[in-house]
């Protein structure tokens, strides 16, 4: 995949990306898949994204201020619960 090719992605002018494109960028990027397709706001059954890429696929207009909000109280419940989010990532959950 060339540069070209990741900068249009970037940009969302691919209405529709190959799922073995995103496979491969989720690969490189040490991303979960089920994360990449909820970005590109494709659905993979029987694996669901964390919860950040899904508020961003499922709430698109809901304002960054709220996101972020969610996303504390999220972090905030699961340290209250002692509750290890499988596959977390390094910095999930914060805001880019």
Not at 12 to 26: E, N
């Amino acid at each position: 995949m060339n540069d070209a090719t990741i900068v249009r992605l970037e940009q969302g002018l691919f209405a529709a990306p190959r799922p073995d494109k995103l496979s491969r960028i989720a690969e490189v990027l040490g991303l979960s898949l089920a994360d990449v397709f909820a970005f590109a706001e494709y659905v993979v059954p029987g694996d669901l994204p964390s919860f950040h890429p899904y508020l961003l696929s499922k709430y698109p207009d809901m304002p960054q201020g709220a996101i972020d909000d969610l996303l504390k109280e999220f972090d905030r419940i699961t340290r209250e619960y002692d509750y290890a989010l499988e596959g977390a990532q390094e910095g999930e959950g914060k805001s880019p």
